[in-house]
């Protein structure tokens, strides 16, 4: 249903346009509403679950912090486990992202879910080292 309304709105937008219409401020409103109401929250306290391989990789385990340091800076922080070289904690400053989705040094792209509530990782190096982590 969203997503339709979504269409709906671009397209009327863009059809006001191609008949040389300047976007009507009903048009502007609705597409400001439908872009507010859908912003990530990558905020918060995630426990992580325990799909990283920790015989091979080294893993972030217990809790990840994403904290704002700034208005588009975080920091990413976190216990580790495993194959880490004798770390055992992993502190990683980043830009927000303003997406589901963003690549990270390290870490490899991270993805959000539609309601914010559990972020995955995929590892660049292989899926035994995947890692999710769910809103506390």
Not at 6 to 11: D, P, Q
Not at 72 to 88: A, R, V
Request: aromatic letters at 8%; hydrophobic letters at 40%; charged letters at 10%.
């Amino acid at each position: 249903m969203y997503y339709s309304f979504v269409c709906l709105i671009v397209l009327g937008v863009v059809t006001e346009l191609s008949y040389g219409k300047s976007i009507s401020a009903k048009y502007a409103s609705l597409l400001s509403l439908s872009v507010l109401g859908t912003q990530p929250n990558w905020l918060g306290t995630f426990n992580v679950s325990p799909l990283c391989d920790q015989q091979v990789c080294c893993c972030l385990s217990g809790q990840v912090k994403m904290t704002q340091i700034a208005h588009f800076f975080m920091t990413i922080s976190g216990k580790l486990e495993g194959q880490c070289k004798g770390l055992s904690t992993f502190l990683l400053p980043a830009m927000k992202p303003s997406t589901y989705s963003t690549k990270l040094p390290i870490i490899g792209v991270l993805n959000l879910n539609e309601d914010s509530s559990t972020i995955t990782a995929e590892s660049p190096l292989g899926a035994q080292c995947n890692g999710r982590a769910v809103r506390q």
